[in-house]
């Protein structure tokens, strides 16, 4: 089993950036996959971000395309979430997953959760 530990939330405004960083530990990662969810307040879970581990393939959301970008550093066993240009539709707290296999975007497939980190964006 993969433990996960999110940081890098907090609270900015409108228009400005943060990034989420998850680490991994307790296995190799090198044949899994990351992903970024996120819930806002009263609403349902959603996609944001996956990453194939080992190629760096990704996968992102229609909704925060162009704006966050996710990656990963092997040495570290680190992912991360960029998030630029934040708007206060993006205020929500945010979860990262880790799966053994390739990135989706279908949160039952993922095996392992970090326990959220918030972001909160001001208007």
């Known amino acids: 089993q993969v433990q996960l530990v999110e940081s890098g939330g907090g609270l900015v405004p409108a228009g400005g950036s943060l990034r989420l960083s998850c680490a991994a530990s307790?296995?190799?990662?090198?044949?899994?996959?990351m992903a970024w969810f996120r819930q806002p307040p009263g609403k349902e879970r959603e996609f944001v971000a996956a990453?194939?581990?080992?190629?760096?393939?990704?996968l992102v959301a229609d909704s925060v395309q162009g704006r966050f970008t996710i990656s990963r550093d092997n040495s570290k066993d680190t992912g991360y979430l960029q998030m630029n240009n934040l708007r206060p539709e993006d205020t929500a707290v945010y979860f990262c997953?880790?799966?053994?296999?390739?990135?989706?975007?279908?949160?039952?497939?993922?095996?392992?959760w970090g326990q959220g980190t918030q972001v909160t964006v001001s208007s």
């Open positions: 997953a880790a799966r053994h296999g390739a990135r989706t975007a279908l949160a039952e497939l993922y095996t392992s």
């Open positions: 990453i194939t581990w080992s190629v760096g393939y990704t």
């Open positions: 307790g296995r190799s990662f090198s044949d899994h996959s």
